[in-house]
């Protein structure tokens, strides 16, 4: 068959979301040598790359080399970044489809999902997502004031998640400078009155689902024990016998080592529990969090967590949930309310043709960074196969001028690749004046400001 897209009307493609999976995406569609593309990747906030730069852990600068991948992606003439413009309200589903070949949802899993028990409103419970932002420089948690006033807390769930609010509490402000934190968390956790974190898994050790590297860490904090009760740790011949997987045999390894060690009376502690469930936050009499109960469990032939009634309460005044992610619907867009995803068939919109998801919201939150690469790449594969049968609906203004006049009459304000490169140079050059890696603008208006200076 004959391509209907030619260097004169290249094939265009509208990606919603610059995190991970819309980056692998933009990659991927530039990859491929059919017929030429034109790829405008758009975001609501200024800056790109979604959980990268406001999900991942402070600290582990590392994971964030991906970007360089990302900004190569970006720098390229066939690829748009269009940044600071909402889907739903700047672009619609219906600008989209008059103006693209195909669309493209990659926005992630904003969400998260709740404890479902007594207590979880009052002050001081919140969400590990929140905390993220909030640490992360996201701006919708600039303004939010966070007091660490607590000298317990708890933190329920055994992902990664989990591990990096617990080591970020952790930390002293000497290792904390050597991060990308936001410079408004810094003073904060520097007053911070934390002694005892909880990390609370109501599974055994062997069913944890953080990795063993970021495991390690907590033998290595330099002002923080960790703690672990070694009949929390302790598994039967068969429970041994029955793990498979490398990441969780070391995990148990790790978790063995740190319950025979001696704690060193280090000023902080961090508690590492499992088999055991919170059923209820205690108000402290004035609205605010006064202690977690939580129920010990055992776990049944089916490896399920089931309660034994025996509680205890857990001197803490702060609660953060950590217990999974969850989608959010964009308007216009199917969404499968149960499962928290765009419904789709291999990242097929169902019911859409010429509409594509990737990422968490096409499968839900699994998998780390890299594991969206094949994700995205694999929805790819359909959009362009679907591209070669003639499946596609033809756009009735396929060119950048007609959507840019479009977003123009919206009232968009388009912060573009160029602006996030400006920058990206402010707070490298910011956070070399203070000795740390970077000095992260989390207000909107003000990263706004420092372009027009530009």
Known sequence: MTSPYSPERPLRVAVIGSGPSGMFAAEALLKHKDFPVEVDVYDRLPTPYGLVRYGVAPDHLTIKSVTKGFEKTLADPRVRFLGNVEFGRELTVETAREHYDAVMYTVGASSDRRLGIPGEDLQGSMSATEFVAWYNGHPDAEAREMMLSAEGVAVVGVGNVALD???????????????????????????????????????????????????????????????????????????EAAITDNTKKKNVEVLRGFAIRTPEGKSRRVHLRFLVSPVEILDDGEGRVGGLKIERNRLDEHGQAVGTGEYETLPVQLVLRSVGYRGVALPGVPFDEKRGVIPNEEGRVVGRPGEYTAGWIKRGPSGVVGTNRKDATDTVAHLLADAREGRLPSPAHPTREAVDAALRAAGADVYSFDDWRELDAFELAQGQTQGRPRHKVASRSEMLSIRRRA
Not at 179 to 195: C, F, N, Q, T, W
């Open 165 to 239: 609010v617990s080591r970020i509490l952790a930390k002293t402000v000497h290792e904390l400078r050597e991060s990308d934190i936001a410079p408004h968390a810094l003073p904060v956790l520097e007053r911070s009155h934390v002694k005892d974190v909880y990390i609370l898994g109501r599974r055994g050790p062997a069913q944890a689902a953080f990795t063993t590297k970021e495991l390690r860490e907590f033998g290595e904090l330099a002002d923080a024990d960790p703690i672990v009760k070694p009949a929390e740790v302790q598994l039967s011949e068969a429970e």
